[in-house]
């Protein structure tokens, strides 16, 4: 075996160490990218991609208004039907007392239809139709006279008294009160000294207070009105009506019923220009 007498060299055989394998480097968290390499996106990221802009297509629109209309009718019907009944907080006796005053309307109704056809019978049956027709002529021509406010009227009824001292009371107060009465079978009325007849009219004065027919009517104001007591005097007292509406602009309203009430106010008969009898 040949040995290296090389002078320098210890005569001794020199080994490599042995290879010791190297751990595998993990990349850092905080690595910087690589340019020009695409990295993967987060969740939240993914997300707002597919919402934003949002991708609509016509039919997605089309329905969608059609929600929305259908949404706004229901919801104008729903407020519509609470709005419609102003009775629903009303007491079980006012409710019961306006019943009854649509029965006696009713009532009425029947009566004057029956009248009339009594009147029929009466000329059809009459042995002298021509006196009774006069009779008859002459009965509608009192009605008539009370009704157009060319002849005095007496009967029970109520007066109703509005004392407004702030001031308050609008025209159009007084004309749904005047509504309210004839509604409930009011047969004459009268404000203070100015007969209320059916082409009455009422307007607001510039320095307060009300013209009836272009007269001003002073403070407080008076009605007298001749009807059926029982029906008068609830039709102004029901919940929201016109006795509600005028103490809640702060006037002192007062109702009071009577066995004869005395309405003298006249008005001019005129003779129409125009219109003539088709009977002529």
């Known amino acids: 075996m040949a040995t290296d ?5 210890d005569n001794r055989r020199k080994e490599l160490p042995a290879e010791v394998p ?4 993990e990349p850092a968290d905080d690595a910087a990218p690589v340019q020009g390499e695409q990295q993967p ?3 939240r990221q993914r997300l707002v991609e597919a919402l934003w802009p949002p991708r609509v297509t016509r039919p997605q629109l089309i329905v969608a208004l059609l929600l929305f209309v259908l949404g706004l009718g229901l919801a104008i019907q729903v407020r519509s039907n609470n709005d419609s009944s102003a009775l629903r907080g009303a007491r079980q006796e006012d409710l019961v007392r306006i019943l009854d005053e649509l029965d006696d309307r009713t009532q009425r109704l029947e009566d004057e239809k029956q009248r009339l056809e009594d009147q029929r019978t009466g000329l059809e049956n009459s042995s002298d139709q021509a006196e009774e027709a006069r009779k008859q002529t002459v009965e509608k021509e009192r009605q008539l006279g009370i009704l157009a406010g060319t002849v005095a009227a007496q009967g029970p009824g109520i007066t109703l008294t509005i004392d407004d001292k702030k001031g308050s009371v609008e025209a159009d107060m007084l004309l749904d009160a005047i ?4 509604a409930a079978g009011a047969e004459a009325i009268q404000i203070n000294d100015v007969r209320v007849v059916a082409s009455t009219y009422l307007s607001d004065t510039d320095g307060g207070g009300v013209r009836v027919d272009g007269r001003k009517v002073g403070k407080p104001y008076r009605f007298k009105v001749i009807g059926k007591p029982q029906d008068l005097e609830p039709a102004l007292n029901i919940p929201g009506g016109v006795v509600q509406t005028l103490e809640k602009e702060q006037a002192t309203v007062t109702v009071a019923r009577a066995e004869k009430i005395v309405v003298d106010a006249l008005r001019p008969a005129k003779r129409p220009d125009y219109a003539r009898s088709s009977s002529q």
């Open 179 to 182: 509504q309210e009465l004839r």
């Open 22 to 25: 190297s751990a595998p480097v």
């Open 5 to 9: 007498e090389t002078p320098g060299n």
């Open 41 to 43: 996106l987060k969740g």
